[in-house]
T-cell receptor, first 115, second 116 residues
Framework: EAGVAQSPRYKIIEKRQSVAFWCNPI?????LYWYQQILGQGPKLLIQ????????DSQLPKDRFSAERLKGVDSTLKIQPAKLEDSAVYLC?????????????FGPGTRLTVL | GENVEQHPSTLSVQEGDSAVIKCTYS??????FPWYKQELGKRPQLIID?????GEKKDQRIAVTLNKTAKHFSLHITETQPEDSAVYFC???????????????FGQGTTLQVKP
């Protein structure tokens, strides 16, 4: 089966600019996650969707980050305006279900550099 | 709050030796504990997982043990090979309020270097 797809793979922007990331999960996977992975750290969950509804966005900096999952399939994550500390790898993952834990499949990530 | 502590942060072993990575978690309701391997510049990939109704699970050279009372779990890699060199992350599930859906809290990662 095809894996989780993400684009772009790399992005360099200046602070205060906007950026958007795209994710296409594995077909049939109801749950989609966006993680932020800062260099040398573990992935930190930003937002979790179950189909097209938000299950958890407690760690999402809502003053600058937004995400949507229209039609319960693809998802986009946007940062506006970006700050230097947003430099990280943004990982998208999906799972078949999220009932007390199931395997999450990760995409290749988007490496964001904010100058 | 929700927390997963992972140790050590770096581990260097000789090829053929064993490697052990340990994690502790804070939420006693956690019931799913996956381990991910992330090679440089690549995506995390699940290598083994364990649920709270099992104390140990093995898959060839990899094993995971879980102590629910102490709230810690460990990854054991035997007969290490250079291709085992990577960053390893543990994670523990945390439920969303009273629902039956959950999320993963990841440890900080362990960089394993296997010297030939």
């Amino acid at each position: 089966e095809a894996g989780v797809a993400q684009s772009p793979r790399y992005k360099i922007i200046e602070k205060r600019q906007s950026v958007a990331f795209w994710c296409n999960p594995i077909s049939g996977h109801a749950t989609l996650y966006w993680y932020q992975q800062i260099l040398g750290q573990g992935p930190k969950l930003l937002i979790q969707f179950q189909n097209n509804g938000v299950v958890d966005d407690s760690q999402l900096p809502k003053d600058r980050f937004s995400a949507e999952r229209l039609k319960g399939v693809d998802s986009t994550l946007k940062i506006q305006p970006a700050k230097l500390e947003d430099s990280a790898v943004y990982l998208c993952a999906s799972s078949l279900e999220e009932i007390r834990g199931s395997e999450q499949f990760f995409g290749p990530g988007t490496r964001l550099t904010v100058l | 709050g929700e927390n997963v502590e992972q140790h050590p942060s770096t581990l260097s072993v000789q090829e053929g030796d064993s490697a052990v990575i340990k994690c502790t978690y804070s939420d006693s309701a956690s019931n799913y504990f996956p381990w991910y391997k992330q090679e440089l510049g690549k995506r995390p990939q699940l290598i083994i997982d364990i649920r709270s109704n099992v104390g140990e699970k093995k898959d060839q050279r990899i094993a995971v043990t879980l102590n629910k009372t102490a709230k810690h779990f460990s990854l054991h890699i035997t007969e290490t090979q250079p291709e085992d060199s990577a960053v390893y992350f543990c994670a523990a599930s945390v439920l969303h309020g009273s629902s039956n859906t959950g999320k993963l809290i990841f440890g900080q990662g362990t960089t394993l270097q296997v010297k030939p």
